[in-house]
């Protein structure tokens, strides 16, 4: 008798690597449903812009959505993906823009949420995915985002996480005294060469430093010669 065979993490790997850019439609879905269901999925996407990131409540301010901060989070993917070698782009950035999508329905949960309980993200991205024309490949690079095995997920991470640094960076400069060392905390989880590296950045950059030089005459005189 065969011992049945152990699911290994390059099991897992393999697997997450079969998703392509492109999925048949599902036969469920004929020409009458399947716009459809398409438009309710473009409805959803828009609670995102609608759902809290709850970790500000106890950081005590600021605010920001989970539309917000995925869209922060697929720019920074982008700047890792760039700075890393033999990486899949695409599937990086399309991980990035669906790795919080099931918080629409179960809401965000901050680190005092998640200590004692979690919703089932998991639930409903494969609800979402049986509603979905191209579900299957959407509920791909959730689960390999959150499996955290290939580089692609390890770059998500730490730009979701870079997110989260950046915006206690703001907060810090806002005159929140408790954000430092929140960024602190954040810049400690980061895993990548990469991202370690835009993290120590972040760290020493001023927020406002893109727009706001005080050594520039401009403020004084706007004298733009």
């Known amino acids: 008798m065969k011992t049945p065979k152990k699911t290994t993490k390059k099991a897992v790997v393999k697997t997450a690597r079969k998703a392509t850019p492109k999925l048949p439609v599902k036969k469920k879905h004929n020409n009458g449903t399947l716009y ?3 438009t309710n999925f473009i409805y ?18 600021g605010n920001q959505s989970v539309a917000e901060h995925t869209v922060r989070t697929i720019f920074i993917t982008y700047c890792l993906c760039k700075l890393t070698e033999n990486v899949d782009f695409y599937k990086a950035v399309m991980m ?5 999508f099931g918080e629409g329905r179960t809401s965000d949960h901050n680190y005092v949420h998640q200590k004692y309980g979690r919703l089932s993200e998991d639930m409903a991205m494969d609800e979402l995915a049986e509603t979905m024309p191209f579900g299957n490949e959407i509920k791909d690079w959730y689960k390999e985002s959150g499996a955290k095995i290939t580089m692609e997920s390890k770059l998500v991470k730490d730009a979701d996480q870079l997110e989260w640094l950046a ?17 602190q905390i954040a810049e400690k989880r980061i895993k990548t060469s990469a991202g370690k590296k835009i993290a120590k ?15 520039d005459p ?6 733009k010669k």
């Open 218 to 223: 401009w403020w004084v005189d706007r004298n």
């Open 96 to 100: 990035a823009l669906v790795h919080d």
């Open 36 to 38: 459809k269901d398409i």
């Open 167 to 183: 915006s206690m960076r703001e907060e810090e400069s806002r005159g929140n005294t408790k954000a430092h060392r929140w960024a």
């Open 44 to 61: 959803e996407a828009g609670n995102l812009a609608k759902t809290p990131r709850s970790g500000f409540w106890l950081l005590g301010s």
């Open 201 to 215: 950045m972040l760290m020493q950059t001023h927020p406002d430093e893109w727009w706001f030089d005080a050594k």
